[in-house]
T-cell receptor, first 116, second 114 residues
Framework: NAGVTQTPKFQVLKTGQSMTLQCAQD?????MSWYRQDPGMGLRLIHY???????DQGEVPNGYNVSRSTTEDFPLRLLSAAPSQTSVYFC???????????????FGPGTRLTVL | KNQVEQSPQSLIILEGKNCTLQ??????????LRWYKQDTGRGPVSLTI???SENTKSNGRYTATLDADTKQSSLHITASQLSDSASYIC?????????????WGLGTSLAVNP
């Protein structure tokens, strides 16, 4: 199993440009999510999905779109990049439970994005 | 307010020594608590998951404790190795919200020197 894969590893954008961060998992996990990690702040949830065709907003969704057409893939789109979106982005996946949320999350290696 | 606070912010120890990292939380209602290890430039990797009824859980040289009454957890690393150099993040999950209700701490940065 490759686990959770993310591409690209590094990206530099100019303000106003758009791009898509790719995320894929081969563990047949229902739950997938995107986080951003910034210095001095804990990981923050951007968007998540509990299955194909179902997405929802997390803590900091503005400026980002997601879709989930398949169980395996969960791309994150930056519509018009801003310097405030400079961050490290992590995709994660897990089996889905209701209630205790006991399932372990598996994280990808991250995408380091710089917006000039 | 739901918060997770970790201490110390950073720590330097010599290879072979033991260390203990602390996590205090005010998250309610509580479901479970997790410790993650994050190597530089990598994603977090789960070390332990502890529920309300578990006081201690070990994963090799890592031992986590949980006191649900005082809302404190610790991660003890025994006989540290250079590969233990990483950020250790405490995460508390609120009951009823599965993985979308994680409250993340800022982490403790550990450096193990030879």
């Amino acid at each position: 199993n490759a686990g959770v894969t993310q591409t690209p590893k590094f990206q530099v954008l100019k303000t106003g440009q758009s791009m898509t961060l790719q995320c894929a998992q081969d563990m047949n996990h229902e739950y997938m999510s995107w986080y951003r990690q910034d210095p001095g702040m804990g990981l923050r949830l951007i968007h998540y999905s509990v299955g194909a065709g179902i997405t929802d907003q997390g803590e900091v969704p503005n400026g980002y779109n997601v879709s989930r057409s398949t169980t395996e893939d969960f791309p994150l789109r930056l519509l018009s990049a801003a310097p405030s979106q400079t961050s490290v982005y992590f995709c994660a996946s897990s089996y889905l439970t209701s209630g205790s949320g006991y399932n372990e999350q598996f994280f990808g290696p991250g995408t380091r994005l710089t917006v000039l | 307010k739901n918060q997770v606070e970790q201490s110390p912010q950073s720590l330097i120890i010599l290879e072979g020594k033991n260390c203990t990292l602390q996590c205090n939380y005010t998250v309610s209602p509580f479901s479970n608590l997790r410790w993650y290890k994050q190597d530089t430039g990598r994603g977090p990797v789960s070390l332990t998951i502890m529920t309300f009824s578990e006081n201690t859980k070990s994963n090799g040289r890592y031992t986590a404790t949980l006191d649900a009454d005082t809302k404190q957890s610790s991660l003890h690393i025994t006989a540290s190795q250079l590969s233990d150099s990483a950020s250790y993040i405490c995460v508390v999950i609120r009951r009823g919200g599965n993985n979308r209700k994680l409250i993340w701490g800022l982490g403790t940065s550990l450096a193990v020197n030879p």
